[in-house]
């Protein structure tokens, strides 16, 4: 049997919630002594994850058997986008809307009812060698056998590590309009630089996003609540272990480039975390995020591509979409017909797309 191990994960978002659940979860033997901090207070937490559209896939129930976390307070059963020259393409959706509050801290209560420990603090700096990593909190200092950090887009972690990802800054209002009914909308212009603006259900309200962008302001028109901000790493990173220290979430840049959707994904790696620590195989846990469609090298060459695309192109290459019923399987034969013999050139990007409706939410 193994010796009592040490595990810390900073960050009580997506990932880190989620990470150390599993962590006690899979420890059957119970060896594992899991600490689980964040540095923001209780209200501080409350408005930063409120920043978010908080749309989700249903597979993300799933994804968490046996446990059930709270706070799924609506469904998504639509998507509609709409596209220069009055182009709108609508899809069914299975997804479901969450308060992440709510969501995240009912995971962090179970995992305390495991035996876990959760506080508020903060970590200062780190410091690892072949045997331990050292962490300097505000009064004290502690060691781990490993650490999984999941402390957000600018973290600490991967900063101090040397590992260079990207990050996007996004804006969101909550304005008073009453929201379209299980429907999420967006909107693609060449303005918003490979981006969109979009539109969620917010209780009876409506959350409206746009990418931050120096040198252009977007405000949406209506009576104006809310505004808030943050920041999301996106688009995967060259490695996501040094030593004994395992990036998650938006640390390790793991939303996806397209959508900037990041809450299903830092869930699955913080599970697959987890588990490579309990089978003594941290590595294990890069391979097996790496055999995930959520890491799929499509989706940054997708991003790069729309950066590049002015208002013409994201017509032209969306038209083909527009013209047909994609319930009907006779439309959709003749769709990808018209793909193969006139919009070849865009296959990958078509690709892209229909993996992200399935992996990045």
Request: aromatic share 12%; hydrophobic share 35%.
């Amino acid at each position: 049997m193994r010796d009592n191990i040490k595990v810390l994960v900073v960050g009580a978002g997506p990932g880190g919630s989620s990470a150390a659940y599993f962590l006690k979860h899979y420890d059957r033997d119970n060896i594992i002594k899991v600490d689980l901090v964040d540095r923001l207070n209780s209200d501080k937490y409350s408005l930063y994850h409120d920043m978010c559209g908080e749309g989700v896939s249903s597979d993300i129930l799933k994804d968490f058997e046996p446990f059930s976390p709270d706070g799924v307070v609506g469904k998504i059963q639509l998507i509609r986008e709409f596209y220069p020259n009055n182009i709108e393409i609508q899809t069914k959706m299975d997804g479901l809307l969450i308060d992440r509050v709510r969501f995240f801290s009912s995971i962090i209560d179970e995992f305390v009812r495991l035996d876990g420990s959760f506080q508020r603090n903060s970590v200062e700096n780190f410091f690892q060698d072949d045997k331990k990593v050292k962490i300097k909190y505000k009064t004290k200092i502690e060691k781990y056998d490993y650490v999984i950090a999941a402390d957000g887009a600018n973290s600490l972690f991967r900063k101090h590590l040397g590992i260079k990802g990207n990050t996007k800054s996004l804006a969101q209002y909550i304005i008073d309009k009453k929201p379209e009914k299980n429907t999420i909308r967006f909107f693609y212009d060449e303005i918003y630089e490979g981006d969109y603006m979009w539109e969620f259900p917010h209780n009876e309200k409506t959350k409206i996003g746009y990418p931050i962008i120096k040198g252009k302001i977007f405000r949406p028109t209506g009576k104006i609540l809310v505004k808030q901000a943050r920041t999301v790493g996106y688009g995967g990173l060259d490695r996501y272990i040094s030593g004994r220290v395992l990036l998650v979430g938006d640390a390790a840049c793991q939303a996806n480039p397209i959508t900037k959707g990041g809450i299903r994904a830092a869930m699955i790696a913080g599970k697959l975390a987890a588990k490579a620590i309990v089978d003594n195989d941290p590595k294990q846990y890069e391979k097996d995020w790496l055999k995930t469609k959520f890491s799929s090298k499509l989706f940054i060459e997708a991003f790069k591509k729309l950066k590049e695309m002015n208002n013409t192109e994201l017509a032209k290459h969306i038209k083909p979409f527009g013209e047909v019923n994609m319930n009907s399987t006779f439309s959709k034969s003749i769709l990808y017909a018209k793909i193969f013999l006139l919009y070849a050139r865009y296959v990958k990007l078509y690709r892209a797309y229909d993996l992200s409706n399935k992996y990045g939410w």
